[in-house]
């Protein structure tokens, strides 16, 4: 499995946008609020512990260091499930564009966040380990969202997941 099947399997997971989309903070917050079916599934397929739950509600938190190979087969396993692969195991960038749209992105903001998960996947390439991949590919998708200030806030995540359980 592609390690680009994190694509959007945390918030995308992503350019305030003229009109009447929403802006990608609010985009974010929602498709991070839609991986919270998936992330049970993947928790019992792959029988991940509590600190892989631990690293998955702490994704955001700049300041969180995210280390474990775990992670990155549990990320796998989310997009999977999303469908967000082709059969190349590689991110299905239509697919990827249309989940984007489905919450809430219009095209050129569906693009642009396909556009920055293709350049972390670029850059990492080189990692064999799928796992180890979806975990490099994750962080540097993190970096670039903290930097456009795109990042939702744990407490509008942490609402978004109670409303949802």
């Not at 690293?55 to 087969?73: A, I, K, P, S, T």
């Not at 396909?114 to 796992?131: M, P, Y």
Request: charged share 25%; glycine share 6%; with cysteine.
């Amino acid at each position: 499995m592609a390690a680009s099947r994190w694509l959007f399997a945390r918030a995308f997971c992503l350019v305030l946008m003229m009109g009447s989309a929403m802006s990608s903070k609010e985009l974010l917050t929602k498709m991070t609020g839609g991986f919270t079916k998936v992330v049970d599934a993947c928790k019992t397929e792959l029988s991940v512990g509590d600190h892989i739950m631990q690293d998955m509600y702490n994704f955001w938190r700049e300041e969180y260091q995210l280390v474990n190979r775990d992670l990155g087969c549990m990320i796998m396993c989310m997009t999977a499930k999303l469908d967000l692969i082709g059969d190349d195991q590689k991110m299905h960038h239509g697919k990827a564009e249309e989940f984007a749209k489905s919450h809430g992105a219009d095209d050129a903001l569906a693009k642009q966040l396909v556009g920055l998960i293709h350049g972390c996947e670029t850059q990492h390439q080189a990692v064999e380990d799928h796992c180890s991949r979806a975990l490099e590919i994750a962080k540097c998708f993190r970096t670039k969202i903290h930097e456009l200030k795109w990042a939702p806030s744990m407490e509008v995540i942490m609402e978004e997941i109670m409303t949802a359980a």
